[in-house]
């Protein structure tokens, strides 16, 4: 079966930077599964795998803007240590979860120089060049509850995540 809108896909894949570096990897562990045509993947991966089939290997190159989207140097905050209460250790890399408006949205610390704390509020993989290497590991059509949804409910369709 191939690849298309309302199908569910299981894949293999590793992912790495433009230096080779690993980002993500499925290997060692559970292959991911996803609801195919609904953006549950980065659009670039997703339109590359459109129309392959089952045990296909696939490579992918994706720009930042087909991936997490390119950097935005306004998500890049200030704040003071006060700020933190209850954090004894602030180290860069850290990272919180911060309210903006009705959206939760994950924060990392970039640098700590005394009581300045700059928070980053871009996601960590903004303005990275993402390099998939995926192996098609199954296709199924999705179940109508999936299509609901919006998401798989594991192999058989029927277990909710
Ligand atoms: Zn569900």
Not at 12 to 35: K, M, R
Not at 84 to 99: K, N, P, S, T, Y
């Amino acid at each position: 079966m191939k690849v298309a809108k309302r199908t569910v896909v299981t894949i293999d894949y590793t992912l790495t930077s433009d230096e080779g570096e690993v980002i993500d990897s499925s290997s060692g562990g559970e292959p991911l599964a996803y609801l195919h045509g609904v953006g549950n993947i980065v659009p670039g991966l997703e339109s590359a795998l459109d129309g392959r089939d089952q045990g296909e290997s696939v490579n992918v190159k994706v720009a930042p803007g087909e991936g997490y989207g390119e950097r935005d140097p306004k998500l890049v905050h200030r704040a003071t240590r006060a700020q933190f209460q209850g954090i004894d250790e602030l180290e860069v890399g850290m990272r919180f979860q911060a309210r903006s408006g009705n959206e939760m949205t994950v924060v990392t610390v970039v640098a700590v120089e005394g009581d300045d704390i700059t928070l980053d509020a871009n996601h960590p993989l903004a303005g990275v060049t993402l390099n998939f290497d995926v192996r098609i590991v199954g296709v199924r059509p999705a179940t109508p509850v999936e299509l609901e949804h919006g998401h798989p409910h594991g192999a058989d369709g029927n277990h909710h995540h």
